[in-house]
């Protein structure tokens, strides 16, 4: 992607804040149709990022993400593994983690946030778990409703990265377990007793 000037962000920002999502959809319709029949029109961070990049340059997104250049590996003759894991197991050990980061204090860590009054449409604002959290802290959502909501969050953005891994990957990718990788890479995995 180009990068938008500083000021030209700073100015789609202050303008777009507050109007709701769909409004900003609109306008990337009235701009870019074809952009924007690819976003959800509830999508406020992806449609605000169409918007940036026409404006700042004059084209549609999709320009830019059909401008690819083949990356530092492509002269190389490699094997190309995805490690997918089980997904029930990995769901497991999402909902698992989830809850050992707010023993470890994940919940004074977002409010220590949330009282730094953020813009909400930065990453971290919108970061896995962080909205239901802070919906906690506010007495709209209890504790539980937040974990389980962040859990799901995580889950969801698993299932888009097996979902984004394979639409990427072209031809000659294996899909393997993680168990079953060094087996066939022909490789010994090591003895650890």
Do not use: C
């Amino acid at each position: 992607m180009p990068p938008v000037p500083e000021h030209v962000r700073r100015n789609i920002r202050t303008w777009a804040e507050p109007l709701k999502t769909q409004a900003l959809h609109a306008e990337l319709v009235r701009l870019d149709p074809g952009g924007a029949a690819k976003l959800r029109p509830s999508d406020r961070a992806r449609v605000l990022r169409a918007l940036e990049i026409q404006i700042a340059t004059g084209r549609p997104i999709a320009d830019f993400q059909q401008t690819r250049t083949p990356g530092p590996l492509a002269d190389f003759d490699l094997q190309k593994i995805f490690l997918a894991p089980d997904r029930d197991q990995l769901r497991k050990q999402i909902d698992l983690r989830f809850r050992r980061m707010i023993h470890a204090g994940a919940l004074a860590e977002v409010e220590t946030l949330r009282d730094r009054r953020l813009d909400p449409l930065l990453p971290i604002m919108r970061a896995h778990g962080v909205p239901g959290l802070i919906a906690h802290l506010e007495g709209t959502m209890t504790l539980e409703e937040a974990i389980v909501r962040g859990q799901a969050d995580t889950r969801r953005y698993a299932k888009r990265q097996f979902t984004w891994f394979r639409h990427q990957m072209g031809p000659g990718w294996q899909w393997l377990m993680p168990e079953a990788a060094t087996a066939a890479l022909g490789f010994s995995a090591p003895d650890v007793r």
